[in-house]
């Protein structure tokens, strides 16, 4: 079984490698393209995408995290790998984009609109009678900064683009039988003994001399290093901020309090019963006619005798809910019912009986039995809470004015803080020990990366001027200024003998394990009589005995053309394994619900593998470039 994983190596790592990585999803398409200039960080079909088009993507990408997920660490949404991540995926959309064109993939009219119509967000715009609300319609779409036209356009062309990859992955498909020998073959199981050799155990044999700590430290200066370092002051502007400078006069409290008392005391609830008649909107014309005629009827007879209307639903309305109680819908409040059956009652007078009263549902007769209004509560009563709220009102109003102020002095002014301190009444802060990367100390602004760049520019090293004003957070902006620097240095040797000499030792008895671990393994090889090895245990990649997974994934590559079989397995600085396949022995049974579910698994990760496969051939095709370092990366990505 284990031959066709070995003749199919290939497709057998990548689906290791889909084991662990989740699926690749190629993602919706916005279709936008920025008609601004700046540095390119990378070209698509010959096409630049500049740096303002990757700060402004990734922008919205982290505003939109922080608003599904409030509680997410801002400085995952800021770091390097998250920025690159969002400028491959512009790379993934661009290419899209062009391999849609190029395929001239439009989608028509007729397509764009029952994409529309499925959408349950646009759906839920419609009004009663079937109509778009087209006020809330252009809501929806300015939220993310288009217009209706806009919005259409980008719908238009994400639904292009989901060919390109629907073609691919819409026909993807794995036999039964390719799905089963692979899947065997990928959770066979191995009878393993092993041995380690673990580096601890040989640090008491090592007993290094001065001079070897001192050639060692020499050596290996990198591992000693302090890391550039800087003392910094800083001022952030956010809305508590701006709220201690706003001032709510006596005057502006009385007129909000004559506009809110009603809202700020509670919401009014009204009592009603009603009698239904069915009449959907599918309703045949003709018998919602009949329907109608129905109710008006039954109004002529309440109105007659208003005493009898209780007895009039139970006995005619269509709302079995309702009807036993006669009619009675008890409380609720505005937004419960449906918007004309809520127009209508709280329009109404306690004891009042509507006109017939249309709605999705069909044809109402309602009376008004009661009404609860809250107790309009005092001014004292509402002022603390209203202050807060009318100070947050003005807070920000005045924001994106003091956010001006703000962005202009501190580059105006840029050899201090001072100045905008004492105008927008801020205080200045300090931190030292700030590095350019940000660590585990670095709390608040000074663990964003837009900052720290800021930060540790040329610029503001050498001149120690004011950085630029940068926002960090929805609605705060931050700035600062270098007042002290030291670069990267290496450490004296006397400040970090203890260190260098633990390392020393480390990287020693790792060498000695790694050493006897090579010599057992070679001296087993040639003759494992009489040798005497832990009692065995049945690895799998399912199931891995609390064996690293370094030593299950050699124990499961060793060649088993001839058992048993060795294999010597380096731990790096936890020493060496010496590994003995003495069995290969075929996968556990799986039940035949849990075997269908797997096929269906292994059908998706193909389909995923083969998305893969022609994203990488578009890329090639259209010339993809990343010029942008890949963090962690000495040298540009070119892809």
Sequence with gaps: ???????????????????????????????????????????????????????????????????????????????????????????????????????????????????????????????????????????????QGLTPEGFEARVRSDLSVRQVEYGVAGSAFATTAQANATLNAFYERRDVQLVRFASSDYAGKVNPSDADIDAFYQANQAMFQAPEAATVEYLVLDMDSVKKTVSVNEQDLKTYYEQNAARLSGKEERRASHILINAPTDMPAAERAKAKDRAVALLAQVRKSPETFADVARKNSMDTGSATNGGDLDFFGRGAMVKPFEDAVFAMKKGDISDVVES????????????????????????????????????????????????????EQSDSLKPMADKLKLDIKTATNVQRNASPAQQGVLANAKLLAAIFSADSIEKKRNTEAVEVAPNQLAAARITQYAPARTLPLADVKASV???????????????????????????????????AVVVSRDQMQSVPASIVMAALRADTSTLPAWVGVDMGAQGYAVVRVNKVLERAPVADANARQERAQYGQWMAAAES????????????????????????????
């Design 360 to 411: 999705d549902f069909g044809y109402h007769v309602i009376k008004l039995t009661d009404v609860k209004a809250p107790k309009q509560k005092s001014f004292d009563e509402l002022r603390s809470g209203m202050e807060a709220e009318l100070r947050t009102q003005l807070a920000q109003r005045k924001f994106a004015e003091v956010a001006v102020d703000f962005t202009n002095g501190v580059y």
């Design 612 to 639: 893969q496969a022609y994203y990488q051939f578009l890329k090639e095709q259209y010339k993809v470039k990343i010029k942008a370092t890949a963090p962690n990366s000495a040298t540009a990505v070119a892809q």
């Design 501 to 535: 000499r633990n390392r020393l030792v480390a990287s020693r008895a790792a060498e000695m394990a790694k050493k006897e671990g090579a010599d057992k393994l070679q001296a087993w090889k040639a003759n494992s009589a009489g040798v005497s090895l832990p009692a």
């Design 1 to 143: 079984m284990f031959d066709f994983v070995r003749k199919h190596t290939k497709i057998m790592m990548f689906l290791m490698f889909l084991l662990i990585i989740p699926a690749f999803v190629l993602v919706g398409v916005d279709g936008y393209r920025s008609m601004s200039g700046g540095e390119s960080v990378a070209k698509v079909a010959g096409n630049s995408i500049t740096q303002e088009e990757w700060d402004a993507a990734h922008k919205n990408e982290a505003d939109r995290l922080r608003a599904s997920m409030p509680n997410i660490d801002p400085k995952l949404l800021d770091s390097p790998e998250a920025r690159f991540a969002t400028l491959e995926r512009l790379v993934q959309e661009r290419v899209l984009i062009a391999a849609s064109q190029g395929a001239h993939l439009i989608t028509t009219d007729a397509r764009l609109a029952r994409e529309l119509q499925q959408n349950p967000t646009i759906a839920s715009l419609r009004k009663p009678d079937g109509t778009l609300d087209m006020e809330r319609y252009r809501q929806l779409a300015a939220s």
